[in-house]
């Protein structure tokens, strides 16, 4: 009995040791190679435009929303396929006091005409069309513009989205276009090496800053910045809203050190000879 039991037991141990020896081993396979992250989940092939987009993903309602599934992807979602865009339809977002979002997408990738993947960071969730909006212009105008800064645009940092809020956070204010899911602000701009750039720092090319007004400026009808209202000194907005007039609004100024540090005065005419 006890030889045998002492036989089971050494076959045991054996077992065990074998195991534990394996996961050391796993262990340290795993921290020489990474296990890679999951692959972002695809919107619509380029070329399948009937595969149907996945489900929404269930949104967890805030206090005073009501979210619903839509019936099927919108005609906006079926135009930003993965060779435009990596986006996400979500639930209908019905919010309190006006606030929501009728066909809300969450846009975490846009795809330059190069082919190169710029992140919105985080994902942005907006209205389809204005998802679309922002996507356009970064292809057709921001990408090009900011590789004149020696790289490739990498990504887009996305300061704020859909909120639902007051205009500049005021509260009682007029729900913002936020409230909508038609409005982003933007942060900066950071390119495949990795140099991130602030729209609004005044040590960054102002030439390369004033085309992108003009581009946004002429897309959207709305855009603030520095030395608009007070609430937009450290990024961009840019939004969707419409106006019966059809009134846009575009006030950015785009500065560099020379705006504010005052030149100095010209000499007078008849101040007397300098020292030499
Ligand atoms: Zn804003």
């Known amino acids: 009995m006890i030889p045998g039991y002492f036989l089971r037991r050494g076959a045991e141990l054996a077992v065990l040791a074998a195991i534990v020896a394996a996961c050391l081993l796993d262990g340290a396979a795993q921290a020489k190679d990474p296990v890679p992250l999951p692959p972002l989940r695809r919107s619509i092939p380029a070329a399948s435009p009937i595969i149907p987009l996945p489900r929404p993903r269930p949104t967890i309602p805030l206090p005073g929303e009501v979210v619903t599934e839509p019936a ?12 435009i865009a990596l986006i996400e339809p979500l639930h209908h977002i019905t919010g309190a006091n006006g606030c929501g979002i009728e066909d809300p997408v969450r846009l975490s990738a846009v795809m330059t005409k190069d082919k190169v993947r710029v992140a919105i960071t985080p994902a942005a969730t907006l209205r389809c069309t204005m998802a679309e909006a922002l996507t356009n212009w970064i292809r057709e105008d921001v990408a090009p513009i900011a590789a004149t800064l020696g790289a490739p645009l990498g990504g887009v940092a996305n300061f704020d989205s859909y909120e639902c809020r ?66 937009h000194e450290n990024h961009v907005h840019v939004d969707l809203a419409e106006r019966h007039s059809g009134y846009r609004i575009c006030q950015w100024a785009v500065r560099d050190a020379s705006d504010l540090i005052p030149l100095p005065r010209e000499r007078p005419a008849d101040a007397p000879p300098r020292e030499p």
């Open 72 to 83: 099927g992807p919108s005609e906006c979602q079926l135009r930003m396929t993965t060779d």
């Open 166 to 231: 007051g205009r500049n956070r005021v509260f009682g204010a007029k729900i913002s276009e936020h409230g909508k899911g038609n409005a982003i602000d933007i942060k900066s701009l950071t390119l495949a090496n990795g140099r991130s750039y602030e729209l609004t720092d005044i040590t960054v090319s102002k030439p390369m800053r004033e085309q992108l007004k003009a581009s946004a400026c002429a897309r959207f009808t709305t855009v603030l910045g520095p030395a608009s209202d007070g609430f």
